[in-house]
C-alpha cells in the first residue's frame, strides 16, 4: 500500500470519508437488524408466556 | 409454477425462507463487495478529468441504486399485500424501509462529499441528488404513518397505499427536477456521474452494485422474520420458531 | 325513493358547500395565511421590488402549497368524527362519487379562493400584470392537483394524533413536481418567455392527478374507516 494510495491524488479526505460512511452504513444495518430480530423474538416468547399461563 | 408464489404468502413458510438464505447472501454479498473494493480501488486506473476522486462513485453509485430498488421493492410488496390481502407483503415492506433509508443517506453523504472536490460546494441542486432528497422524504413519510397508528394492520395498510402512490410519483418527480435543473444550468464542467468507463473502471462497480443488493437481501431476510414474527405472535408455529 | 349518481354527486357538493359557507371565518383562514407568508418574506429579505420579481414565482407558490395544506385537514375530519363518513360510505353510492364531490367543494373554496386573491399577493410581489393569466391559471391547475394530493394525505391521516403534520409530510414530497412546473411558468410569464413547455406539464399533471387519485383516496378511506 504505497503513499499514493492512502493520498488518493489529493482528495484522501473526500474518497476515505466516503468508504467510511459506506462501511457504517453496512454496520449499522447488520447491528440493527439483529438488535430487532432479537426484540422481535423476545417479545414474541413474552406474549406466548402469557398466553400460556392464562390457558391455565 | 405458481405454488411456490402461493407458499410465499404463509408466514411460517417465509421465515424458514428467510433463515435459510440469510447466511448464503450475506456470504455472496461479503466476496463481491470485497472484490468489487479490492478492484475499485487497487486496480482500477484513475480517472482523466477527476483523478483519484471518482473512485467514491463505487460506493455512491450502489447506494444511490439500492435505495431505489428497495423502494420498488418496497412499493410491489405493499401493492401485493393490498390487492390480495397477503400480509407477508406488508412484512417485506416493512422490513425494507429502514434498509432504503440508510442507503439514501448514503447516497446523499456520498454526493455531497464527491460533489466537494468537483464543484467546490458540499450541496448543489443537482437533479439526482435532489431527486435522492425527495425519496429520502417519501422514505420518512411511509415510515412514519406506519407507526403513526396504533392499529398494526391499519398503519400497515396505510403506510402500503402511500408507498403504492409514491412509486408511481417518483419517475415524475424525477422527470420534473431533471427538467428545472436544465432550466438553471449552471457551470458545471463535470458531471456527477459515471466517467466513460473502461472495463476495468466498470466491473468493480458493477460487483459493488451487485454486492449491496445481495446485502439488501441478507438484512431483508434478517428484518422479514422479525416482522413476520411481529405480526404472527399467537400463531403455534412460533413457539417452535423462537427457540432457535 | 332511489337517488341517481348525479344527483347523489350534486347534493354532497351542495351540501359541502352550505358547511363551509356557514362558517365563512374558516374559509378566510387559508387566505389571510396566505398573505402573511407572502408578506413575511420581503420582510425577511428586500423591499425592493425588482429583487423581490426574482423569487416571486417561488415565494407565491410555495406559499400557496403551505396555505392549501392547512384546510385539507378539515376535508374529512369533521365528517369522520360524528360518523357522517361512515354513513355516506354504507350510503350504497359509490364513495368514489362522494369523494370526488369532497375533495371538488374543497377546491373550490380554497384553492380557487387563493387564485381569485392572487393578483393582489403578486402586486406585493412585484410580479407584471401581464404574467397575472399565467398565474392565475397555473395556480387554478396547481391547487386542483394539490387538492386531490391532500385528499389521498387526508384519507389515510383521518383522526391520527398530530394528523396535520404527518399530512404535511405526506403530501409536500409528492407536491415538488407541480411547484416546479407552476412555478417555472410564472417565472416564464413574468420574463415573457413561452410558458407553453410547464403549462402542458403542469395539466398533464393535474390531468394525472384528477383521473388516479379519486381511487386512490376512496382506497386510502376504506382502510382508515373499516
Partial sequence: ?56 | MWTWFYKLASPPYVYGVAAAFMPWLLGLAALAIGYGLVAGLGIAPPDYQQGEAFRMIYVHVPGALLSLTVYTVMAVASGIALIWRIKVGHAVAAASAPIGVSFAILALITGSLWGKPMWGTYWVWDPRLTSELILLFLYVGVMSLRSAFEDPLRGDRAAALLAVVGVVNVPIVHFSVVWWNSLHQGATIVRLGAPKMPGSMLWPLLSMWLGFMLFYGAVLCMRVQAEVLNRERQASWVREAIKS | MTVGAWEAFLLVLHRELCLSFRRPEQLFQPLVFFLIVTTLFPLGLSLQLSALRDIAPGVLWVAALLSSLLSLDSLFKSDADDGTLEQLALSGQGLTLIVVAKTGAHWLVTGLALVIVSPIVGTALGIPASAFAIMMLSLALGTLTLSWLGAIGAGLTIGLRRGNVLLSLIVLPLATPLLIFGAAATDRAISGTSTAGAMYFLAALCVFTCTLAPWAATAALRITLE
Avoid: H, Q
Avoid at chain 1, 11 to 28: E, K, Q, S, T
Fill in chain 1, 1 to 56: 500500500m504505497t503513499n499514493d494510495f492512502w493520498s488518493m491524488g489529493g482528495y484522501a479526505r473526500y474518497v476515505w470519508p466516503c468508504y467510511g460512511i459506506a462501511g457504517a452504513v453496512l454496520a449499522w444495518n447488520l447491528w440493527a437488524a439483529r438488535r430487532y430480530m432479537a426484540a422481535a423474538k423476545l417479545r414474541a416468547a413474552r406474549a406466548l408466556a402469557m398466553a400460556s399461563s392464562e390457558a391455565r
